[in-house]
């Protein structure tokens, strides 16, 4: 199931049309704060489908029964472009458990590149609900090998994937390879990938637009 969360206005596609700018992505910070704030709003929708409980509250004044999360999720981030929406995330789910793990694009001299899965930490993930959050959702290959590593011996019962910008075929990829079932929640979605396998017109590198260029390995 995909939810396009920019299909109706609302606050959250102001700030990614400020990620897109590039006079505004000079500004490091407010692109790091921007994609925290992405993330925020995403676990906030989320969190509408979300199995809940009534607990009794003790007010100063009497009891309120209060409706609140059943669980809380495990929201896992791929390094280092996921972080500030994970810390997004993480500010509403603020009691969840957290996943960390390295997939990146390791290129070869003739242009083609695979992906490449180095770091992984993770706890048990066996019937929880399961949010993987990356800003970018381009071939949607790296998304796949990420969730194929964290899930490879365990089986959440849900998976979300949080995404700033998607293309339209990194949707069709991770769907063919994980399931209708799968939950992908975009704040933007995009019709086409360059050859460079990059979002158009998406935004650019957004680990690099986040925390500066890194050498190409």
Known sequence: MVHHLSEKHSLLSNWIAELR????????????????RIGEV?????????AHKVANTT?????????VLMEQPVIATVLR???????????????????FISAYRKHHPDGSFEIS???LSCPDL????????????ATGAS???????ITKTQKPKEIHIAVAIASKKGIETVQAALGMDTSIWCGD????????????????DAGDLAYGTKMQS
């Open 189 to 204: 979605i995009d019709d086409v990938l360059n050859d460079k396998s990059y979002i158009v017109p998406g935004l650019g």
């Open 21 to 36: 700018d590039v006079q505004i992505q000079k500004d490091r910070m407010r692109f790091r704060r921007n994609i925290e």
């Open 42 to 50: 995403i676990a906030y929708e989320m969190s509408k489908q979300m």
């Open 117 to 119: 899965v180095e770091y």
């Open 126 to 137: 066996n019937n929880r609900i399961l949010i993987v959050a990356d800003p970018m959702l």
């Open 143 to 149: 998304l796949v090998e990420t969730i194929h590593a």
């Open 81 to 99: 472009a996921g972080l500030p929406m994970h810390q997004g995330m993480l500010n509403y789910f603020d009691k969840a458990d957290n996943a």
């Open 59 to 67: 007010t100063p004044l009497g009891i309120h029964a209060s409706k």
